[in-house]
Each structure stands twice: as C-alpha cells, then as structure tokens.
C-alpha cells in the first residue's frame, strides 16, 4: 500500500474537520485540498503562533507546556498555542507524521485490514540483553504497567491488549499495535522494583 496516495484519496474525498489525538485539521474555506492544524482545545480567542514550515513541529511537540521531554509520543500533554497553515495534502502528512508518527500508516493498514498485531509476550521475547527479564514479566505487573503508563498518560487505543474500540465520525483513531520501548522499560523497572527513572 502507498500510505501517502491513500491518506491523499481518503481527505480529497471526504469533508472535515478530523480529529486525531488532541490535534485537529481544518479544511481552508476557498482553497481545495488545503488545510490548517492546530490544538484542538485552542479557539478563536487562543493567541497562536502561526507558521508555514511542517517541520516546526518538531520543536512545538518536543516538550510540553512546562518544557518537559515528550518521551511518549501519545501523551495526553501537547502543547498548545501554534497553528500551522496553509498545508498542502503532503505537508498536512509530514506534519502529522512529526506529531503523531506511525499513525496515519497504523491507520490506513488497518482500514485496508493489513495492520499486524504483536502480542506483549511476543514482543518481550524479541528482547535481549538487559531487556531480556520483561519475558517474566507477570500479568498483574504489566497490568499495572498499563495504568500507570498507557492508561494515565497515553491518548493511543492498546490493539496489542485487545482494547480497540471504533473511531468516531471525523476521527483518525490513534492505534498501539505493539508495546512501545518506554513500555518494555517500565516493565524491567517494574520486575526490579524500581521507578523507571532509576531503571
């Protein structure tokens, strides 16, 4: 599949505005196939920070509002205050990419039925060296793993934990199809009994 022509196909075709994650992308009045992306808990009354460049996001996205890292890349944290525009179908693609990356491909794969799922036991099985002791990772220590990690702080549907639901009208759905690293070392931290920062 050619992520790129279908997501093209898919928003030619289809009116907005979408929702992905806690951005949203708006269709611009008299100009076709344009858009704009910003926070979507920013109105009219939010003074924005405006931009042309997709690639700005990278700097927008890369911490939150307290100027904290982003390690995880479906945090209920993005900052707001940017809006970006006049985007083209294949900027609007780059610069979903920069702020939700694998999620437009995760989407598409399984529109088209062809994401692959990958277990937790299966995933903790392909690690080695000092990652190799999340394969004895318990079922209530990745349960709580899953709390205070995917539960608490991430935005991302868990397809891997069997925990999908369907997308809203308008709403590209975030999809987990497999644990993450910062999962697998909140695992190993978790076995050792330590916080993940002292892991």
Known sequence: MNITEAFRRRFENELGPWKIGQVVITPI?????????????????TILEPSTDPFKMRHWVKQDSQGKFRALKGEKNLPRGWIIKPLDIFQLKEALDIVYPTAIANWLLREDLALRVTSFPETAGRQTG??????????????????????A?????????????????GEIP???PEVCNLFIASCRAKIKGKSEEES
Request: net charge negative; charged share 30%; hydrophobic share 25%.
């Open 29 to 45: 009045s008299g100009r076709t196939c344009f858009f704009s992306l910003n926070h979507i808990e920013d109105g009219d009354e």
């Open 130 to 151: 000092m990652y190799r002791i999340t394969g004895i990772t318990t079922d209530v220590q990745r349960e709580e793993v899953t709390d205070e990690l995917c539960r």
């Open 153 to 169: 702080r991430c935005l991302k549907q868990r397809l891997w934990n069997g925990e999908s639901q369907p997308p809203e009208d």
């Open 174 to 176: 975030l999809l987990c």
